[in-house]
Every structure is written in C-alpha cells, then in structure tokens.
C-alpha cells in the first residue's frame, strides 16, 4: 500500500513554443467509466509518502487520509466530455489520499474491514514526466476550447465544471507531485490524482479568465507558460510563495483557509450549518518516515510542527455526513468538496469537484480506484456515508477573476 505526497518539482519545458502546438479538438462525447460494483475505500492522495512499511500498518486508516484519491465503489457510469480512456466496467475503487507528498493508497481494504494487500495492478506512481510538451500543450488545447466555446464570460463555478468535465478519461496516478530534487512547481496534467485534479481545473478556469488576449490568441512563443504557472504556485502554495517543502499547502483544509484569505475561493461550510472539528492534525509529523522530504531533511519537522499545532488551533468546521443531504441544495456546480477524514490527524480524506447530474449533487473527481477521472455514480451525499473512512465534507466556492 502506498500513500501519496504533494512534493512540487521543476518545471521543465523549452524556452519557446507556439501558443497552437499540439492543439486538439477536446472531444464532447461522454465516457463511460466503470459500473458501480463494491464498495468504496478512500486513501489520502498526497501527504503520505512511500513508505510501504509505514502505509502497510496504516493501511486501513491512511487510505482516507489528506490527498484523498479513491473513487467510487465501482466507478461511475457517467458521461461527459472526455480526454482519456474509459474505464472498463466493474473495477473497484478507492479514493487514495494522504496529506500532500506521501504515498497514495491503494484500496486494500474493503470499507468497514481490515487492511489487506494492495490491489493487483494499482498505480505506483506517474508514468510520463512532469513539465513535458505534452503537459504544456494539455494547457493550451484546455484553454483555447473553452475560449472558442464563449466560456471565458461563465461564471468561475461554470468554467470549472466545463473545464473540469475535459479530463474525465485521465489517467489517475499517484506521487504526481513527488519529484526528485529541491521544491519547485510541478506541472502534470498528463495524469492526475485528486487534489492535483482540483488545482490544475481552478488554475485553468482563471486562467481563461485573466490570461491577455495576446497570450491566448499568441501563435508563437511560450509567454503562457509563466502566466499559468503563476496563477498555479498561488493556488498550491502558502500566502503564494514557493519556497521550500513546508511552504506547500500540504493538508487540504489549510489548502482551503489560505486561498479563502487570498481571495480565490471562499470557505462556505459555515454558511451550510457545518460544525466545529476538534480534532488535532500532526499526521505528517507524527509518521515522518512516510515522507521522503522528511527523511533526506529532518529540519523540515520543526516547521511544519508549527503548521500543525497553527492548524489544531484555529477552528475549522465541516458538514457531517448526516447532514449533507440536507444542504446539497445550497451547493453549487464548481464547489470544491473536501471530505474529511476519520484518520487520527488527518483532516481530508478525498477531494473533488461538486456537479449537479439529474437532480443530484455528484462528485467530479480524479480517484484512485476506478483508474481515471470520473463522476461519483452514487451523489455526494449518500456516497460519503458509505465510506468508512470519511465523516463529512468542507465546501470551498472559486471566485472569480473578473
């Protein structure tokens, strides 16, 4: 079992290239994406490492933990627009988060049972490189469809759906984040885990929103670039500011309350009649053998101990799953859902995107079971209460550029 880390790396693409290069129709016909078939474990996607010693004895209470990844049980049968393969039908699936940089978790246990060995055939980590032509011009064909389509006028929560429903066919992997090296940004769009899913939609829904018309019109150059990863390192970083490995925005709910004080996205919970979690977060400290940067650089842990305990104060409030229902009404396309964890100091167990589908709030999301990215077959509300690792949601609203 693997969990997953948010660990950032270079950048890494030529200093110039034509703003069309590799552009390609996204296509509009739906995906099917596997048929509801069990029973859903979630695991935390990016803050657990691959540490399989660690994520084997935590593998029944990591599999929920901060950059949750874990799909549905079964998949989903939805459609939608789609840039990858479809998922075939009848897969299991699992969510696989962790706080940002550890090891996804693969679904080896089933919801409410012990920890068993990892699924045959789960991902262990990305198999394209970060930075490539081929992420770069995944930004381009995203960004000019939604433009060619009259999008950029939508309102943010619009743009992310539509933005968001491109990439239903995606490869899941973990570790997207995890690159060798000193922090730096990493750009993959190739293949995505669940909060990397998130980030990359809302970076792209404002930049469409903001972009010059020069750059989005350009036919030569590489001006993009620069502009993209910008609005990238404000959503995925403290205060905006890359700097070393604690500086990334590592446990989600932090993810959530520092774009709320910078004006990306407003924290809605409260406003949806969620209630206070007490619940103290030190999961990266107190299994620092889960996280590679930890281990190379032990310095780390005094930081981000003051993060943790900065964290634990401060009141964070989430909707309890028997509550959800009830408020769903109130939640709108685009809305980021995190849903929170039942792991002993772990505040996020999966993360996605709210979608209204025949008169119920859904989940689109990049899970670990199931394979691709997806919407939840069962709505939010009802597949919440069926995973055991998971006791609620937060409800973070994009705001918009304009």
């Known amino acids: 079992m693997d969990s997953i880390y948010d660990a950032g790396g270079r950048e890494r693409g030529p200093a110039d290239e034509d703003w069309t290069v590799g552009l390609t129709e996204v296509p509009t016909d739906g995906t099917e994406v596997g048929r509801y078939g069990g029973e859903d474990v979630d695991g935390g996607c990016r803050l657990l490492m691959r540490a399989k010693t660690v994520a084997c004895l935590l593998a029944g209470l990591s599999l929920c933990v901060l950059g949750a990844c874990r799909g549905d049980s079964g998949g989903s049968s939805d459609t939608g627009p789609s840039s990858g393969p479809a ?6 699936q699992s969510d696989g988060f962790a706080p940002s940089g550890g090891a996804p978790q693969s679904s080896g246990s089933q919801v409410g049972g012990s920890a068993g060995p990892g699924t045959a055939g789960a991902p262990t980590g990305p198999t394209t490189l970060p930075g490539t032509d081929a992420d770069w011009a995944i930004v381009q064909e995203k960004a000019r469809w939604a433009i060619d389509q009259g999008y950029a006028g939508l309102s943010i929560g619009d743009l992310v759906v539509r933005i968001g429903k491109t990439f239903i066919g995606t490869p899941y992997a973990p570790h997207t984040l995890e690159a060798l090296g000193e922090e730096g940004l990493v750009i993959e769009l190739e293949e995505l885990d669940c909060v990397t899913f998130v980030e990359n939609v809302l970076a792209l829904a404002r930049f469409v929103q903001t972009a ?3 750059l989005l019109v350009a036919r030569a150059g590489s001006r993009h670039r620069p502009f993209f990863s910008a609005i990238l390192e404000d959503i995925r970083y403290r205060g905006g500011d890359l700097d070393e490995y604690p500086s990334r925005l590592h446990y989600f709910s932090e993810w959530i309350s520092d774009n709320h004080k910078t004006g990306l996205v407003r924290d809605v919970s409260q406003e949806l009649g969620a209630v206070a979690d007490p619940e103290p977060i030190d999961f990266m400290t107190t299994h620092p053998d889960a996280y590679r940067q930890l281990g190379e650089d032990p310095a780390f842990l005094p930081e981000l101990r003051e993060v943790e305990a900065r964290l634990s104060a401060e009141p964070r409030y989430y909707i309890p799953e028997d509550r959800i229902a009830g408020v769903e009404d109130r939640i709108q396309d685009g809305d980021i859902i995190a849903a929170t964890s039942t792991v002993a100091g772990l ?9 209204w589908r025949d008169g119920r709030l859904h989940l689109l999301h990049a ?35 304009r």
């Open 367 to 401: 899970p670990l079971a199931g394979g691709v990215v997806q919407i939840s077959e069962v709505p939010l509300a009802e597949r919440i209460q069926r995973i055991s690792g998971q006791d609620g949601v937060m409800v973070a609203r994009p705001l918009g550029a």
């Open 212 to 214: 010059p018309d020069k």
């Open 347 to 355: 505040d996020i167990a999966h993360t996605g995107i709210a979608l």
């Open 87 to 92: 998922l075939s039908s009848g897969a299991a």
